[in-house]
Structures are given as structure tokens and as C-alpha cells.
Nanobody, 115 residues
Framework: VQLVESGGGLVQAGGSLRLSCGAS????????MGWYRQPPGKKRELVAT???????NYADSAKGRFTISRDNAKRTVDLQMNSLKPEDTAVYYC??????????WGQGTQVTVSS
């Protein structure tokens, strides 16, 4: 399974970005997909996840500003980020999990929010 992210970049505080992640390869069952991020000098953390039937979960920092969505037919998961803050600066990673041991990550995309 391969995950490829796109959509990162540099944006001013208050701006918006949309991240996209496409999955390819052999995927079985009902995969959970999500976005995580790793700010500079910090550990990787949850941003949002979405189940195969659209149930979402957000980190407190993302609630009200970010929206996760997925297209099961296209095998994509997107993250719409609005009202971005400098503290949202991080490398953002797409993640896909199915079954017990199948856990895949994308290569990451940099998001930088300037003040």
C-alpha cells in the first residue's frame, strides 16, 4: 500500500489549505484513514481520523477549524484546514489502517503558517 500526500505549503495566519492523500495497492476490509502531524521538535500527534462509513474524530486543536473527508471509490482522504495558526506548522502525514497489523503512512507534506 502506498499513500501519497499533496497540498502542503506556506500560508499566512488565518488562511486555508487543503491536503489530499491518495491510496494505492491492496487494501482490504474497512480501513480507517486519518491525518497526523509532527510539529518541529515535537512528537507526532493526531489531527483527525475518519472511518469507512464517515465517522470522524478530531483533536481538540482541530475542532471547528479542520474538516476531514474521504472518497472510498477514489481511495482518497482530504483535510480542509481553515483559520490556520502559526502553531499548526508541522509535517502532516496521512495514515491508513486495516485489519490487525496493516498500518501505513505517507511520506509527509510540510505546512508552514507564518504570523
Amino acid at each position: 500500500v502506498q499513500l501519497v500526500e499533496s497540498g502542503g505549503g506556506l500560508v499566512q495566519a488565518g488562511g486555508s489549505l487543503r491536503l489530499s492523500c491518495g491510496a494505492s495497492g491492496s487494501i482490504f476490509g474497512l480501513p480507517l484513514m486519518g491525518w497526523y502531524r509532527q510539529p518541529p521538535g515535537k512528537k507526532r500527534e493526531l489531527v483527525a481520523t475518519i472511518t469507512n462509513d464517515g465517522i470522524t474524530n478530531y483533536a481538540d486543536s482541530a475542532k471547528g477549524r479542520f474538516t476531514i473527508s474521504r472518497d472510498n471509490a477514489k481511495r482518497t482522504v482530504d483535510l480542509q484546514m481553515n483559520s490556520l495558526k502559526p502553531e499548526d506548522t508541522a509535517v502532516y502525514y496521512c495514515r491508513l489502517r486495516f485489519g490487525v497489523v496493516n498500518d501505513f503512512w505517507g511520506q509527509g507534506t510540510q505546512v508552514t503558517v507564518s504570523s
